[in-house]
């Protein structure tokens, strides 16, 4: 077969499989093989999360696949420069992200790339977001060389295809993988959050807002409305999420806040935000919600961060003085240049925060005080 008559043939393969998805595994087959490589991918990768989606891949072993997705994506040197790359661009990661000499030298090329006895790839952007990329990738390996032009051109005639097809079919849907990571973020908040329609009626809650619920003691959901136990409280609510709808300009950017009372007694806030028509948008299967509601406990005369963080982790003033420097400074050798002190002791109380505070990294420490001092986190 001539490579014309390859060409014609592979890429009437490629969209019979934007109709029946059975078909790509095959399609990735041929594809390397006009290509000129040993194996090909596609996989999405999160920039926020670290984490992998493997959509299809022919000639790399199970085994690598399982290991790539859960351990050696996150350390892969490509990312995230080439989530800049444009659309349908071919490039070689292999100088343009990492030099070939420091690529050799990683964890990623050591563990992942040389065991399979790869060389060289090429891969192009199908589909992109702000924090998401989704590529098409073609290796090869020690027996076939580096790539070179007649691959790259070989491989620049076959990817706005595999892009079209794949778009036909829907194969990739990064809102949904996006929406899938903010849901589990959300999930980690100790404060009830809900989606609500004009109505009230709740779109999406986490889990601390279903518990809520559940327990029946600060807020019900009947009929799968959100309300208060109390009517009048429950009408203020109801009141702002009409607003809301309406894009009613007197909640402002910031919303209001209705003051809720538990059966037990105890005080709990509920802050409403609401949505503009353009987030209300981007929400896709969530834009009938027109507003966010944060339900969190009060808690009166809260003690002031530091204050809170050295009565909750024992620290003493030095630890407390060394741990927002470097939140606000930085490094070891800028908070010892700023306190006047050694680097070495400043090592020394960076030691002992980490045990006290049960962590091992500087951006821990980071994450420590800003949850201390964001009242949804308390």
């Known amino acids: ?40 991918t596609l996989a999405s990768h999160d920039m926020v999360q670290r984490g992998t989606t493997v ?7 199970p085994g690598y696949e399982k290991i790539y997705i859960e351990s050696c994506s ?11 790359f444009d659309l349908e661009t071919v490039h070689a ?11 050799c030298h990683s964890r990623f090329a050591k563990e992942w790339v040389a065991p399979q006895g790869f060389i060289d790839t090429l891969m192009s952007n199908l589909e992109k977001s702000a924090i998401s990329c989704a590529g098409f990738w073609v290796f090869r390996r020690f027996n076939e060389g580096f790539a070179d032009d007649e691959m790259r051109r070989r ?22 993988v996006e929406a899938a990571a903010l849901a589990d973020s959300l999930d980690t908040l100790p404060a009830g959050m809900f989606l609500v329609d004009a109505f009230g009626r709740i779109v999406h809650a986490n889990l601390c807002g279903h518990a809520m619920v559940s327990e029946g003691n600060v807020l019900n959901a009947r009929g799968g409305k959100l309300g208060a ?7 203020a609510l109801l009141d702002a999420f009409t607003a809301a709808g309406r894009g009613d300009g007197s909640m402002g950017r910031k919303g209001l806040a209705v003051a809720l009372k538990a059966r037990d007694g105890s005080r709990y806030v509920a ?13 896709g299967v969530l834009y009938s ?90």
């Open 1 to 40: 077969m001539s490579d014309l008559e390859q060409f014609s043939e592979l890429i009437g393969d490629i969209y019979d499989a934007s109709l029946d998805p059975s078909l790509w595994p095959g399609v990735f087959s041929d594809a390397r093989n006009f290509i000129g490589a040993s194996a090909a």
């Open 55 to 61: 959509f299809y891949n022919w000639g790399i072993a």
């Open 74 to 84: 996150r350390i892969n040197p490509f990312f995230p420069t080439a989530i800049f």
């Open 93 to 103: 990661p292999v100088p343009e992200c990492v030099p070939r000499n420091e690529f």
């Open 155 to 176: 491989f620049a005639l076959v990817v706005p295809h595999v892009r079209r097809a794949l778009a036909i079919g829907q194969v990739i849907d990064l809102k949904k």
């Open 229 to 235: 136990l109390d009517p009048g409280v429950n009408q």
């Open 271 to 283: 802050n409403v935000l609401p949505l503009a028509s353009g987030a209300r948008r981007q929400a």
């Open 289 to 378: 919600a027109v507003a966010t509601v944060f339900v969190y406990k009060a808690v009166l005369d809260l003690a002031s961060p530091p204050e809170a963080i050295a009565n909750e982790f024992k620290l003493t003033s030095r630890e407390l003085q060394v741990l927002f420097a470097i939140v606000e400074v930085g490094g070891v050798p800028e908070v010892a240049e700023v306190l006047g002190v050694s680097a070495e002791t400043v090592k020394t109380h960076l030691g002992r925060l980490f045990d006290k505070t049960r962590t091992s990294r500087q951006a821990d420490l980071v994450k420590l005080v800003a949850a201390f001092s964001n009242p949804l986190l308390r």
